[in-house]
């Protein structure tokens, strides 16, 4: 009977303390810890939504909101009238406006979003594709306080991987460039400073052409249709979906000189390279792992084998064999070593 009992007990106050947290986070969050999990993702995107409007200084209305969460009027309709009788949502002039409490949540799960999108981005090997699609799940999972820890784990960042700026502490946004690639004519220089990820198609085509935050260029040429650059020594040509959903600022010239240089993908058995530069496209653990393979700006590499297909690549790499990708070595930009000075 003892023993029963010292088995029982733990297990009671364990279920206890988890019951408590769940109490706890219900009555922080202004949602009934009774909500089954469908329902409450639903009024936590539906708060999302009515944040990011009043950042952009646009309208939350019902139409608007059934849009964006995929779900019928009649549904919205409930939705927000569940927020509202919360005190999370006021109604004026058929919009909702939040409440401080309301726009605190709204606030909290933007945040939780765009530091999740940091933490896969510097800490993972996860694909770009993938970022959105996993935050938009964390995203409900995440306390505050988690959200805190997190943010300081990775070091205070001020943006997403995608340029979006997280919320400050007392709720406000740093304001993101207005200005789209598509602003610009011929010639002008700028660095890319937002990656709209929606919607998901022309955002996959933007990482596949190679088009990141960061990213310095200069316009080659300009129509109707479409927009040339010339960034990190290579042609990119964006239709006007994609230029659209790429911001820009001006700059008087790019930080680092790409003219003749190559990708270290593009060298053959026999030449050398020194590189210049990692790409900023490269992030998180796979970028941590070359430059702990040794590759940084001045170090010489040269390849020596080529797999079945041509790839991997073995090169060598202070005095060792190192073997990546195409894709990987793509990112690795780099002189020939008898073009240069040194």
């Known amino acids: 009977m003892r023993i029963l009992f010292l088995l029982i007990v733990p297990v009671f106050l364990v279920a206890l303390f988890f019951l408590a947290r769940r109490l706890i986070s219900g009555r922080r969050t202004g949602l009934s810890p009774l909500a ?47 927020l509202r009788g919360r005190g999370l949502v006021e109604l004026k002039e058929e919009s909702f406006p939040l409440t401080k409490s309301g726009r605190e949540y709204g606030l909290h799960v933007v945040r ?47 943006h997403d991987p995608h ?36 919607p998901e198609s022309v955002y996959a085509r933007l990482v596949k052409k190679g088009v990141f935050p960061g990213m310095e260029f200069r316009v080659l040429e300009r129509t109707e249709d479409s927009v040339t650059i010339l960034a990190e020594g290579r042609e990119k040509t964006l239709d006007g979906f994609e230029a659209a959903n790429v911001s820009v600022e001006s700059i008087e010239k790019e930080e680092t000189d790409f003219s003749g240089t190559i990708r270290m993908a593009d060298l053959e058995p026999g030449q050398k390279g020194e590189v210049v530069v990692l790409s900023r496209a490269t992030r998180g653990l796979e970028r941590r792992r070359l430059m702990d393979f040794g590759i940084l700006p001045g170090t010489v590499v040269e390849p020596e084998l080529r797999g079945f297909g041509g790839d991997p690549t073995a090169y060598r790499v202070r005095g060792a064999l190192i073997a990546l990708r195409k894709d990987q070595s793509a990112h690795i930009i780099v002189r020939r070593v008898e073009d240069s000075a040194a």
């Open 36 to 82: 089954n999990r469908s329902d409450r993702i639903l009024y936590e995107d539906a708060l999302k939504h009515l944040y990011k409007c009043e950042a952009d200084q646009t309208r939350g209305t019902v139409q608007s909101l059934a849009g964006q969460l995929g779900i019928s009027v009649d549904k919205t309709t409930q939705i927000l009238s569940e």
């Open 112 to 158: 939780a979003h765009r530091l999740w999108e940091r933490y896969l981005a510097d800490r993972t090997g996860v694909s770009e594709v993938e970022w959105h699609g996993q935050a938009e799940i964390r995203e409900h999972e995440i306390s505050p306080e988690q959200a805190d820890r997190l943010w300081a784990q990775l070091g205070h960042p001020t």
């Open 163 to 198: 340029g979006d700026p997280l919320p400050l502490v007392d709720g406000g946004l740093v304001p993101v460039s207005e200005r789209t690639l598509l602003s610009l004519g011929a010639d002008q220089r700028a660095r890319i400073v937002h990656v709209e990820d929606e």
